[in-house]
Nanobody
Framework: QVQLVESGGGLVQAGDSLRLSCSAS????????VAWYRQAPGKKREMVAA???????DYADFVEGRFTVSRDNARNMVYLQMNDLKFEDAAVYYC?????????WGQGTQVTVSG
């Protein structure tokens, strides 16, 4: 069973940067595409970025070139580098993957942006 654990969230000011990490255990990590999602209070969970097994990345329109997703298969890690954070980026960020036909989610890491 694949398990995902996020870390790296925190309280930052608008314009600051954060790097979120997603640590994976179980299974062969290099076989899985991984996505980052976020959910703000009162809003639906939305996809932020995704990275394929081959390293191809995709981003939501609202990222506007500020975020970069990457992976280190040797370390079973996926990262989300977030630059120029905006107040509206505040949310709980989750990493997720599909394993055996079902979604696997981490517990989330909180990102708070002060104005």
């Amino acid at each position: 069973q694949v398990q995902l654990v996020e870390s790296g969230g925190g309280l930052v000011q608008a314009g600051d940067s954060l790097r979120l990490s997603c640590s994976a255990s179980g299974g062969t990590f290099s076989n899985y595409a991984v996505a980052w999602y976020r959910q703000a209070p009162g809003k639906k969970r939305e996809m932020v970025a995704a990275i394929t097994t081959g390293g191809t990345s995709d981003y939501a329109d609202f990222v506007e070139g500020r975020f970069t997703v990457s992976r280190d298969n040797a370390r079973n890690m996926v990262y989300l580098q977030m630059n120029d954070l905006k107040f509206e980026d505040a949310a709980v960020y989750y990493c997720a993957t599909v394993y055996n036909g079902g979604w696997i989610w981490g517990q989330g890491t909180q990102v708070t942006v002060s104005g």
